[in-house]
């Protein structure tokens, strides 16, 4: 005699509600995992990136020993850019008063002002606020700038850099960078006094 099978559709139902169970956890698993991977990376950079600060400021602080002259002087056609590309390549260097000989880089290991994660480099004049410019009256600044650097990265730089607890961070301490709701933003880091409150650049 032949025995029907009978099928349990509740079985079948619960088989069904435990595939689906675990596939939400996997899910959620990924997720959680993907957010932890993208914070360990920005941190990791926003760490790579202070290490990159500090090597700046001691190549800024070599070229004036060396050279005996503010950085933006010291270069035939003085601007933002060239004043960082004069710490890699003396090409930029005025031949007067023997600044280009007394040059004695390359400063940084860089071979433009690109920065593979960071965006462009330059170096501009601001008074100890970024957003004020210099002038005769106040202490005026060397400062690093990267364009695009993503908000998160700039916060744990401050962080890692000024502390936290500041009241205006964007606008204080070392650190700062300009206001954008954009995924990238420009941040300035105040590396050392410079010599002189002009750029030299013609207007």
């Known amino acids: 005699m032949n025995r029907m099978i009978t099928q349990h559709p509740q079985r079948g139902a619960l088989f069904g ?20 991977m993208v914070l360990n990376l920005n941190e ?28 933006f002087m010291a ?15 003396n090409s930029v260097i005025t031949e007067a008063d023997n600044r280009r000989a007394r040059w004695n880089g390359p400063y940084l290991r860089a071979a433009s002002n690109r920065n593979p994660n960071f965006g462009t480099m330059t170096l501009q004049k601001r008074a100890a606020d970024h957003t004020k410019p210099c002038d005769a009256e106040t202490l005026c600044y060397l400062w690093l700038v990267y364009d695009a650097v993503k908000p998160q990265i700039v916060r ?9 607890g500041e009241a205006a961070p964007e606008i204080s301490g070392r650190v700062q960078w300009s206001q954008s709701e954009d995924a990238v933003q420009m941040l300035y880091f105040r590396a050392t006094k410079a010599l002189t409150w002009t750029d030299g650049a013609q207007p």
């Not at 509600?17 to 932890?36: K, P």
């Not at 760490?47 to 602080?61: M, P």
């Not at 270069?75 to 390549?89: C, G, I």
């Not at 744990?156 to 000024?162: M, S």
């Open 17 to 36: 509600l435990d595939a689906r169970i675990a596939l939400a956890v996997f899910s959620l698993l990924a997720v959680i995992t993907g957010a932890a």
């Open 156 to 164: 744990e730089t401050n962080e890692i850099i000024d502390g936290v």
């Open 75 to 89: 270069l035939s056609e003085p601007s933002e850019a060239r004043a960082f590309q004069a710490l890699y390549d």
């Open 44 to 71: 990791s950079r926003a760490k790579g990136l202070s290490s990159e600060l500090v090597e700046t400021v001691k190549a800024i602080e070599s070229f004036h020993q060396d050279v005996q002259t503010d950085i």
